[in-house]
């Protein structure tokens, strides 16, 4: 992204990397060694530290407490792939997939145990309000998972409904970890609400860009299988927005691809994607996605410090926003 | 156990059955509810209440934090059940089975959150102790978990580790509970140190206790089918004990009783009791409980406040300890 961006996400992975985690027994805690090191942007952390540095500098001060984010998206990411019952992540097996059910259950449980240990870098008279908004964005994510899997068996999702499951399964997490940012350096109520709303609509806008980069996404640059929500049946915004803007004909063709068995994977995406490119869902997708981003940086812009200090986290917004397409 | 005692145990329990834990969306709370509804004696909170009353008496500030450890062993057992494969807990079905496997690892993750929230009720002067003892208690609680689960495929099972097992899956909150108590009455350190050994021993002279009361307890009163343990080839002490002190021919048989398949329940039950009496399990075990009793009084003693004090916790351990044999 930059030099400096770089720099701090190298040593955000460094960290990371290093720390053991818990030796005895072994199964509990070696698959949280290796959720841990499967990678990842680790832009959460990132986003708290950016945001943090929008008051202050010294940024070693809150590495430790700002990892705790880092752990408890790793935590719900190892209990997530078991519910969803996903064979890979990050082009690996995942937990339960290398172990078992109960293995990734248990080392999940251990994982958000440690992300709370985390927390307890945060200087003690912050602890408190530390501490209640992390559990207040824990609880959020939660629901978000469970609307998310309840809608597996909804035939119909409006796009109300799919945006409040979005804001309480990805948003919530950004919009804490800008907020955790602004606790941390000790700002006003003020800017960490606004920088809560800006979290709130980036991650709004991030979900969007992850369902239009499945469909539209240059094949050459995406790491994932084109096509990959329409083949699972997936509800995403997409498919969503054409079925309230299609025609009868459209909703029934929709209707049959999505709940039809034994279908021919290459024709089922040809077909879908076809609807999309006549209803120009892309084009509808990225307008809310450009309001999203909109909205989000008049909250940063609202924030009174130089503009100086916020070119960095502009620049990671920017990134993740128009990645890969 | 007394009527001060009854009168403290109903106050708590009517906390906890007064708490909504959430609304929507519904699967995720709905499980919380039941659980915690579900009943049990509410010893964990109530050793918590009884060690603070050593010191101090405004009992009300601190029963909402204390409820955190009620709230974080109910989560175990509703995973402990997914891991196990329990239909039943407290005659009633497990939420696995009420609800699925998925409801109960996210509703779960969700009490966990909840126990945190609890331990905000923590005046803030003692949260980062509070929370530092809670996450090293929880750690500990999961590794006692995971080594449980490694000894099903296990032939055999020390004593030595079979105890270091359940000093970590029993023992470590039932020491946490107590020492909370003193936490919370900021008692010095000694005390604090003295209530979590005696919690300690008395965590591990209960789970003899279970141990001991699956196959001599009064049927009558004993709420559990008497033998589950042998019929599920559970490793308890009783079964090392005999695995150590039996001739080479004991040995030989319990391998097969505890390896068979498709054996007759009854008949097993019997022939390994046989066992058990010809080598007076019973009798070690009770030693074993008494001196353990014994190594815990001794640490209460050593708490340098009045007698008169002292006087709820012994009675409810004297219960815990002497109960339905």
Redesign the interface.
Known sequence: MNERIDALVASIDERIRKKSY?E??L??YEPIRYIMNLGGKRIRPLLAILAYRLFKDDVDDIIEPVLAIEMFHNFTLM?DD??DNAPIRRGFPTVHEKWN??TA??S???M???A??Q??GVK??L??TA??EF?EC??KV??G???D??FESLTAVSEEQYLHMISLKTAALIGFSLKFGGILAESGPAECQALQEFGHYMGLGFQLTDDLLDVYADKNKFGKQVGGDIISNKKTYLLIKAQECGSQGDKEALRRWFSGKNLDAKEKVAEVVKIYDRLDIKGLTEKAIGAYFENGLARLDAIPVPEERKKDLKRVVEYLIYREK
Chains 1, 2 share one sequence.
Do not use: T
Request: aromatic share 2%.
């Open positions: 818990g005895q027994p199964e509990l209990h078991i519910m059910s109960n259950i248990l999940g449980d251990a958000m145990i440690k709370y240990d927390l307890l003690p008279s602890l408190p501490i209640k559990n824990a609880l939660c629901e998972q469970q609307l899997m309840n």
